[in-house]
């Protein structure tokens, strides 16, 4: 199981983007899915997540309202739709997927197994 995020870029302030997060082979073990980030020079962090049972979504307080959190099963995709950016958005963007059947969206790095690349997401001001 590999996970492909795509959709970073350069964007101006108070623009958007979308990201999306593309599971190769079986997804039969993921079932949470979410997104992390880490800007420079800081600790990586929790974006948002969302549970695969019962589709609960969970969003960091800093990117509440702005940012929307979606998962489409039959795809095996998950998508990050990113509005009103501003400059403390700039990071690298980790989407990762969970192995324990939770109901629950898991913030903490540690509860995650699966982890793609990352993709850059630069907002400039």
């Known amino acids: 199981v590999q996970l492909q995020a795509y959709g970073g870029g350069l964007v101006q302030a108070g623009g958007s983007l979308r990201l999306s997060c593309a599971v190769s082979?079986?997804?039969?073990?993921?079932?949470?899915m979410g997104w992390f980030r880490q800007a420079p020079g800081k600790e990586r962090e929790f974006v948002a997540g969302i549970a695969r049972i019962g589709g609960d979504t969970q969003y960091a307080d800093s990117v509440k309202g702005r940012f929307t959190i979606s998962r489409d099963n039959a795809r095996k995709t998950i998508l990050l739709q990113m509005n009103s950016l501003n400059a403390e958005d700039t990071a690298v963007y980790y989407c990762v997927g969970d192995r324990v059947r939770r109901m629950y969206v898991a913030r903490q790095s540690s509860s995650y197994y699966h982890w793609g690349q990352g993709t850059l997401v630069t907002v400039s001001s």
């Open positions: 082979g079986s997804n039969s073990d993921i079932y949470g």
